[in-house]
């Protein structure tokens, strides 16, 4: 696989992930509504598909979600907490896992599922808030970094065309220096990228 090639795979992964996350929020709504009212959290799953049926298209992910987790209860007598465990485990995303871990809980000791469902929505809620916060805040950086970059290269780009001569002497007797300039213009590329990278 080329380097572009994984780079933009992972970069569609992470866009996937944060689309289905927000969506999600919306999911823990509507399920809280239904077990406040008195429903099992099967039945919630379930209610929701029609709940969320105006807003979302049956091509959006959590949609696609739902319906596939409705049709492994019917289809395959599939415990509610196991299809939200698979979801989270799919998906790769640890809000999901964690609240599958959460309604198991609270279906084993008798907690109050409805409340533990709110807050997990609150919390994701203000989690997602917080996130494009920090990339509002790095974006600028990270683009920064990427111009201090590229700026070695675009200036013996043109000094290559204005006065191709003044960069003999590099080529014949500076190449060890050049590859060490490069190495460390790759590295700090690298530990820009990091230092911007900050996942909450």
Do not use: H
Request: overall charge negative.
């Amino acid at each position: 696989m080329l380097p572009m090639e994984k780079q933009y795979g992972k970069f569609a992964s992470e866009k996937k992930k944060e689309v289905l996350l927000e969506q999600f929020k919306d999911l823990l709504y509507s399920m809280s509504a239904a077990v406040s009212t008195g429903r099992s959290l099967g039945q919630a799953i379930e209610e929701s598909a029609e709940f969320w049926q105006g807003t979302y298209g049956e091509k959006d992910y959590i949609m696609i979600e739902i319906s596939g987790m409705v049709r492994k209860m019917k289809e395959s007598n599939m415990p509610d907490v196991e299809v939200l465990r698979d979801f989270g485990d799919r998906s790769g995303i640890d809000d999901i896992k964690d609240l599958a871990m959460v309604c198991t809980t609270c279906k084993a000791t008798g907690g109050d599922l409805s409340k533990a469902l709110t807050d997990a929505s609150d919390l994701i809620g203000d989690k997602i808030t917080l996130e494009k916060e920090l990339k509002s805040i790095t974006a600028q950086k990270r683009f920064e970094g990427r111009i201090v970059s590229l700026a070695p290269f675009l200036l013996i780009l043109v000094i290559r065309i204005s006065s191709p001569s003044y960069l003999q002497p590099l080529y014949s007797n500076g190449r060890l220096i050049s590859t060490i300039a490069l190495a460390l213009i790759i590295c700090g590329w690298i530990l820009i990228e990091r230092v911007n990278s900050i996942e909450i």
